[in-house]
Every structure is written in C-alpha cells, then in structure tokens.
C-alpha cells in the first residue's frame, strides 16, 4: 500500500469506530481531507486512492490546483477566511464553500455563482465558543443570518461549520460539539436541506464524530505537518 492508503485507510477505522460509538450508520460521516500547502500531486494520488472531496484555504494556491487536477472529479471546498474580492473565483471554482460568515459575501458567491452550475453549497461558520478574534456568527444570530441566506438564489444552504477554541480540555471542547449539535438540529429543522455538521479535525476528530458531527476536516493525518504556513 501507498503512504496516502495506508493513512487513509486509518482515519476511515477512527471514523468507523466512533460512529459505532455514536450509533451512527457506518459511512454517515464523511471525510474532508483538507490539502492546503501540499501539492497536487499528493492530491491526485489520493484521488486515486478513493478520497473524492478537498478542502482548502487559499485561493490562488487552489486555483494552481484546481487546474491541475480537472480531469478528476474533485468535490472542492473553500474553508478559508473569504475577502469580498475572492467571490467570483470561488462561486466558479468550487462545489461548497463553509466559511460563509458574512451576508455581503453570500450575496456575492450568489450573484456570481455561474448559472449553468448547480447551486453552491454553503455553511455557515459558527463563532461556537463567542471567541473575540475569531470568524463566524454568533450561535444566537444563526437563524436570523440562515433566513436571510434563503432569499438568494444560487446558494443552498447546508449546515453549519465550527471550529471550537483551541484548548487542551476535551470536556470544554465536548461542550463546544454538543452546542453546536444542537444548533444544527434547530436549523435542520427549519431547512430541510440542512444536512451537514462539520466539526472535528485530526485533534479531536473521534469526539466530533461522538457528539454528533456529519464531516471531519482532516489535514494533519492525512497528509503529515504543513511545514509552511502559505499566504496569498
Ligand atoms: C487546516 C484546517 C483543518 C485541518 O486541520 P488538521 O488539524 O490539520 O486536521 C480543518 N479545518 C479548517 C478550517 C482548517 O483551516
């Protein structure tokens, strides 16, 4: 087996074993592998190993990529902090975007999504823990910030995406995922196309899973430490 296999192979059993855990379906959660700074190269040979979707955090770093990799069927995700002249690039080249933190930028990747694609899937990306200096809608302003998002029409709105505060107490971040779950169930309630949890990276990617989320975004095991942290 390749490298790539072999570690994906392994995150798929930390997944299976935790959505055991949960009572979930096995294969009900799915598995972002997030590639940013590593190239497309990796990328295509884990293509090939049976990872079809791909998260990444920077534009012309995914564009390069993106280009690259055209003859695979890629399912691309921006997760990344979005400026307001980025939207055209990303509502063309990408299928999700799960940073949507900003009426301004959904209305945006709306407007410029190209009509002859499906509608762009969207998250909205929840400040889960009310942290001062981080992106995302406050917990209390999702339901509010999702009917505005229902009135455009080339986005389709499909969950919400969290990053919970960085800690070394699991029980702070179990509460953080519980949170959140909950929130998801309100609004899967109110929009029935809301259908994703994403939470859980390589740190915390089993208790994610255990409390309830339906993607984890992982890097780090998948692909080894990013040694250089790329800025556009
Ligand atoms: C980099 C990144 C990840 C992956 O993190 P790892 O700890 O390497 O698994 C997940 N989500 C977002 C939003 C990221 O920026």
């Excluded at 055209?70 to 939207?87: A, R, V, Y």
């Amino acid at each position: 087996m390749t490298k790539i296999k072999t570690q994906l192979s392994a995150i798929s059993n930390t997944i299976k074993e935790a959505e055991k855990q949960a009572n979930k379906p096995a294969n009900s959660v799915r598995l972002l592998a997030v590639s940013k700074t590593k190239p497309a190269a990796l990328i295509r040979s884990s293509f090939e190993a049976g990872q079809h979707c791909f998260g990444e955090n920077y534009l012309q770093e995914a564009l390069t990529k993106i280009a690259a990799l055209s003859d695979l069927n890629i399912e691309w995700h921006f997760i990344g902090p979005i400026q307001s002249n980025k939207t055209k690039d990303i509502a063309t080249h990408f299928d999700w975007v799960q940073s949507v933190d900003r009426l301004k930028i959904a209305q945006r990747l709306s407007n410029q999504r190209p009509t002859n694609l499906n509608k762009l899937n969207v998250c909205i990306q929840v400040n889960i823990d009310n942290e001062a200096s981080k992106s995302g809608i406050a917990p209390d302003e999702i339901i509010d910030f999702a009917h505005q998002l229902a009135l455009f029409d080339n986005i389709l709105l499909r969950g919400l995406m969290i990053i919970p505060v960085k800690t070394n107490d699991t029980e702070l971040q179990r509460q953080s995922f519980i949170r959140a779950k909950k929130l998801f169930t309100e609004l899967s309630a109110i929009y029935p196309s809301v259908d994703t949890l994403s939470m859980g990276m390589t740190a915390d990617m089993a208790i994610a899973i255990r409390e309830g989320s339906t993607m984890v975004r992982i890097g780090t095991a998948l692909f080894g430490q990013r040694d250089s942290v790329q800025k556009q």
